[in-house]
């Protein structure tokens, strides 16, 4: 079974602060992703990468930046938190970029105060 | 913009009841996915449907892809307080080499004893 781990379930973190969101997927995917998951607005895609030191932006990624250092590791960074990116965050990973079928870190419940 | 609209949001039926939800996408696409959501988990990936007329079962949900009509079907048969959790569909659109995944804002079910 595929598995995908994101390092902590719930974050509080203060306004301003640099925060990082660790992704971990153990089936040497090439796509991974970032969403979050606000009531009423369902999953909103942040930032996808199809390959090593590959990123591309998705829908919402203002505030956000990302990186991928090696294929099984992506991690999500937000450089100044804020009260508004208080939210649910998913990683994702896929096994190519034709193989669309996501599977899903159990994900982080962050809380910017 | 891909634009993935479900119906109900809400849905609420009595254990028993048969009920479809119904995902609608505005663009072209030929692989359609839908997951459960339960309170407070991840996402997990219930049907992959690749091609327009695909069919697929799992006990007492059947999904159905019409991409011709762009719609998408989860129909619950004889609904279980079990079957009680999120239900999104997503849509996958190849945006140059790679697909991204647009999601629905989900349809919430109630299964009532």
């Known amino acids: 079974d595929v598995k995908v781990t994101q390092s902590s379930r719930y974050l509080v973190k203060r306004t301003g602060e640099k925060v990082f969101l660790e992704c971990v997927q153990d089936m040497d995917h090439e796509n991974m992703f970032w969403y979050r998951q606000d009531p009423g607005l369902g999953l909103r895609l942040i930032y996808f990468?199809?390959?090593?030191?590959?990123?591309e932006k998705g829908d919402i990624p203002e505030g956000y930046s990302v990186s991928r250092e090696k294929k099984e590791r992506f991690s999500l960074i937000l450089e100044s938190a804020s009260t508004n990116q208080t939210s649910m965050y998913l990683c994702a990973s896929s096994l190519s970029p034709r193989n669309t079928e996501a599977f899903f870190g159990q994900g982080t419940r962050l809380t910017v105060v | 913009e891909l634009k993935v609209e479900q119906n109900p949001l809400f849905l609420s039926m009595q254990e028993g009841k048969n009920y479809t939800i119904y995902c609608n996408y505005s663009t072209t696409s030929d692989r359609l996915y839908w997951y459960r959501q339960d309170p407070g988990k991840s996402l997990e990936s219930l049907f992959v449907?690749?091609?327009?007329?695909a069919v697929k079962q799992e006990g007492r949900l059947m999904a159905s892809l019409d991409t011709k009509a762009r719609l998408s079907t989860l129909h619950i048969t004889a609904a279980v307080h079990d079957l009680s959790a999120t239900y999104f569909c997503?849509?996958?659109?190849?945006?140059?080499?790679?697909?991204?995944?647009?999601f629905g804002k989900g349809t919430l079910l109630t299964v009532n004893p």
């Open positions: 990468s199809y390959d090593v030191k590959m990123k």
């Open positions: 449907l690749l091609s327009n007329g």
């Open positions: 997503a849509v996958g659109v190849l945006g140059g080499s790679n697909y991204k995944l647009t």
